[in-house]
């Protein structure tokens, strides 16, 4: 079987982490075993979706490297939703709903107060024609809901192992609202049968969903909508590093967010990949390798804590690796592109990529030297070598040591402090010969240069 595999995103905001997570997997899961991958826009609530945060998500999934196979917007297939709704409606299976929420309302409190459970009472079916004509001169509109067959639903998830849930303990889910308007599950089942959705892959918070998303598979299969009901997997959730429910602002937190702040889509993709799993929490060559080793069966059963330290260490670790042909184009559009030597020289010491203009700013400057003891930078000034090479830092640091007796942090950080004007940063033998005889005579003399 060729799998196939869909990402279904709503166009009226930004991805956030647990969106993107749930894309990420999908398209590991696919690309992992020679599948495809399918970008839907769930954009039938036209008022709400916008052309802007369509493009957002396009752009931020480019970013990101998952590129799609198959891309589909949802507000341009309403005819099959409504081939389907009238085969539903043909079996007896979408009935309308006068009910106002009042009235729902009202009905769940006197349940409750009975110890019973707060499900729709399917009031609706036993309205007479006289009853729904009298709604209607009202100017009622009836939402139309899915007549569930209350069984056991079981299935074998692919995260979870065996699952069952019982569609007699659930109120008959509405599909269409009282304006016409469509809501998800009708749609989604629609789609995955029309576009040959083998796996449904989403959080376990949908895992009462799937029960009722299978009984409406059936009914359009048995309606002559479609063959086979896909597979289906439920993630844990993220939570925070605490164990405790992702906090507001993570669990807001974009990806344009994040790419603003400085992460690599390398960083965000291996930590959204493997938290939560059996492998190792490092950052991955590539997404085609995370998606290569990929499986259902290192995912663990708790929740994938999110912890902001361990992104950071991996943004960190994805720079400290990153060649210099990958890094030239960025280098040059913040004009610090000062050769493979100056990146390879400083990229261990970065965060950020952003970082790198600090460090090419000690390089070539201007750099505002601290001198403390200005006798030690004149000592230091005359046994600096004419000529400064590679090995520069050790043969000047020898000269100056006999020259002042100063030794191990008293000789190291007064040059650290004259030469870049700061009190940690990369390698001196490194920055050194970067920096050049010229800038290192003009710093120690205490110009800014």
């Not at 069966?297 to 994805?318: F, W």
Request: net charge negative; glycine share 8%.
């Amino acid at each position: 079987m060729s799998i196939k595999v869909r990402f279904a995103p709503s166009p009226t905001g930004k991805l956030h982490v647990g969106n993107v997570r749930t894309a990420l997997v999908n398209w590991m899961f696919a690309k992992g075993q020679g599948g495809s991958f399918v970008l839907r826009i769930d954009d039938t609530d036209l008022a709400r979706s916008t052309p802007a945060f369509e493009q957002g998500i396009e752009d931020d999934l480019t970013w990101l490297g998952l590129v799609w196979d198959e891309r589909y917007n949802q507000s341009k297939r309403f005819d099959r939703y409504d081939d389907a709704a009238e085969r539903l409606k043909a079996a007896g299976r979408l009935y309308p709903a006068w009910d106002t929420s009042e009235e729902l309302d009202r009905r769940r409190k006197v349940q409750l107060s009975r110890g019973l459970p707060p499900i729709y009472d399917r009031a609706a079916l036993s309205l007479t024609d006289e009853e729904k004509a009298a709604f209607e001169s009202e100017g009622r509109k009836p939402h139309w809901r899915f007549k569930l067959n209350g069984r056991r639903v079981a299935w074998e998830d692919l995260s979870r192992g065996h699952a069952e849930v019982d569609t007699a303990s659930m109120s008959d889910p509405v599909l269409i609202r009282e304006d016409g308007l469509y809501l998800y599950t009708l749609p989604s089942v629609v789609d995955d049968i029309d576009m040959g959705i083998t796996h449904v892959i989403r959080g376990e918070d949908h895992t009462t969903n799937t029960g009722a998303q299978i009984e409406i598979f059936e009914a359009l299969i048995a309606a002559g909508l479609g063959t086979t009901v896909p597979n289906f997997a439920h993630m844990p959730l993220l939570v925070g590093a605490d164990g405790a429910a992702l906090s507001k602002r993570l669990g807001s937190l974009s990806v344009a967010d994040m790419r603003d702040q400085g992460y690599e889509p390398i960083a965000i993709t291996s930590h959204l990949g493997r938290i939560g799993t059996s492998d190792a929490l490092e950052v991955a060559d590539s997404v085609e390798a995370l998606g290569q080793g990929f499986s259902f069966d290192k995912m663990g059963r708790s929740p994938a804590r999110y912890d902001t330290e361990d992104l950071d260490r991996l943004n960190a670790q994805a720079l400290h690796a990153m060649p210099y042909a990958a890094a030239q184009d960025r280098l040059a559009a913040l004009d610090c592109d000062l050769g493979e030597a100056f990146w390879d020289g400083v990229r261990a010491n970065l965060s950020k990529f952003g970082d790198v203009v600090d460090l090419a700013r000690m390089v070539r400057g201007p750099v505002t030297p601290v001198i403390e003891d200005p006798a030690f930078a004149a000592a230091a000034l005359a046994v600096l070598p004419e000529t400064i090479g590679a090995d520069a830092w050790s043969l000047w640091t020898a000269a100056v040591k006999a020259a002042t007796g100063a030794k191990g942090k008293a000789l190291f950080m007064p040059l650290r402090h004259i030469l870049t004007g700061e009190a940690h940063g990369p390698d001196m033998a490194t920055l050194v010969p970067l920096i050049g005889r010229a800038r290192i005579e003009q710093r120690l003399r205490g110009e800014v240069a």
